[in-house]
């Protein structure tokens, strides 16, 4: 599938940066932009662990990173959502091209401001239009598997939050502890 995907991309003449290279007798696929190396990932990882977050925050995210893996493990759900909304773009800073970097950076805005305590109704029409366009911005650099149907319910926070007010009141958090 992924490679009749390429071949499709390269007979289309987009993606080109995704397009296998030949180096003698073999093809060779670059890097996609939005994979991190592994000092990339190291550096991701270690700024995590070595947050300095104040007391009642949330949970110890240092406590749930594998410095020696450079991995993340036993993330609840809230510890997820903190990272999505604060502290990815912190973590994030440098570390990627400018352009993966910006389209995260505003998916996490969007998130950020749609979760605060209150949330004035015309901003909500602005997060509407501004998320579409933070979507394409992401298809211009992750795969296509990456949008599965969590990606695209992203677009109907919005109205939702018109219609039934601010999310803090519907989430579920509490209940999951």
Known sequence: MASNLVKTWKNMGIRKDLHP?????????????HTLSKKE??????????LKLPDGYGSNIGNC?????????????????????????????????KGPRTAIFRLCA?????????V???KLEKLEEDIVHTLCMLE??????????????????GREARLC?????????????
């Open 41 to 50: 990932k190291e550096t991701f990882c270690w700024r995590l662990a070595n």
């Open 110 to 118: 969007f998130f950020n401001e749609l979760c605060q305590r209150v």
């Open 65 to 97: 990173i594998s410095l020696e893996d450079s991995k993340t493990f036993g993330m609840k759900s809230h510890d997820y959502h903190m990272l999505m909304q604060q502290l990815l773009s912190v973590a994030l800073r440098g570390l990627l091209p």
């Open 140 to 157: 211009r650099f992750f795969p296509p598997s990456f949008f599965d149907v969590m990606v695209h319910l992203t677009i109907h926070l």
């Open 165 to 177: 007010g601010p999310v803090q009141y519907r989430w579920m958090y509490p209940f999951e502890r």
């Open 120 to 122: 004035d109704r015309n």
């Open 21 to 33: 290279k030949k180096r003698g007798k073999r093809f060779y696929l670059s890097a996609a932009p």
